[in-house]
């Protein structure tokens, strides 16, 4: 069994639609979570960390569920911009940083 | 947010040579730095991170004379792939999390060809 599971995708919507993505992973110690969006051909950027008590940022909220080991991405009023592959990343015990990565899911908005 | 550059952004180069790829903090100091490959459609698969004043940790599976690894000072590390073959073709990505803090910050990687 894979670390980091993530829906596999491909989703393809319509522009203003909602999309939810989600995420399990299997290190009930692991402390950190993070969703990270890529462009093709492009580095991982941050989109946002994932909190116990969820936390929004405009049209993404992140939820993490410690007691399921689940975490989700929801993107409401989905733009053409939001089209790439979004990463769910799982950090360890440590600050060290160490990140386990999925294997992404891809959106795709059409217009 | 921070920034991490990495040198060069394209490389093609002939199997049985050898490429240096560097990887720098340019606005913080990174004791710890991650070395990933990506291969199409795939997700980052991490290789080694790099500790200053110290050898790489590499990931099982890693070929640690393939792919040597030297984070000379607290903003520079460096990989080179060593005889590269075809095989060894793919977009590479360091990484670098601020002291104290646990999100990575992205290089915009390399993209290495050996033909």
């Known amino acids: 069994r894979k670390e980091v599971e993530q829906d596999p995708g491909p989703f393809n919507v319509p522009e203003g639609a909602t999309v939810a993505f989600n995420c399990t992973y299997s290190?009930?110690?692991?402390?950190?979570f993070f969703w990270y969006r890529q462009d093709c051909r492009k580095e991982p950027k941050l989109l946002m960390s994932?909190?116990?008590s969820g936390n929004e940022d405009g049209r993404f909220t992140a939820q993490l569920n410690r007691a399921s080991q689940y975490i989700s991405l929801l993107i409401r009023d989905s733009k053409l911009s939001d089209s790439a592959t979004y990463l769910c990343?799982?950090?360890?015990?440590?600050?060290?940083?160490?990140?386990?990565f999925g294997d992404g899911t891809t959106l795709t908005v059409k217009p | 947010g921070a920034v991490v550059s990495q040198h060069p952004s394209r490389v093609i180069c002939k199997s049985g040579t050898s490429v240096k790829i560097e990887c720098r903090s340019l606005?913080?100091?990174?004791?710890?730095m991650f070395w990933y490959r990506q291969f199409p459609k795939k997700s980052l698969m991490l290789m080694a991170t790099?500790?200053?004043?110290?050898?790489?940790?590499?990931e099982q599976g890693v070929e640690k004379d393939k792919f040597l690894i030297n984070h000379a000072s607290l903003t520079l590390s460096t990989l080179t792939v060593t005889s590269a073959h075809p095989e060894d073709s793919s977009f590479y990505i360091c990484?670098?999390?601020?002291?104290?803090?646990?999100?990575?910050?992205f290089g915009p990687g390399t993209r290495l060809t050996v033909t």
């Open positions: 990484s670098a999390p601020l002291q104290g803090y646990y999100e990575q910050y």
């Open positions: 290190n009930s110690a692991s402390q950190s």
């Open positions: 994932v909190y116990s």
């Open positions: 990343v799982v950090n360890g015990n440590t600050n060290a940083g160490k990140s386990t």
């Open positions: 606005d913080f100091q990174a004791t710890t």
């Open positions: 790099s500790n200053e004043g110290s050898k790489a940790t590499y």
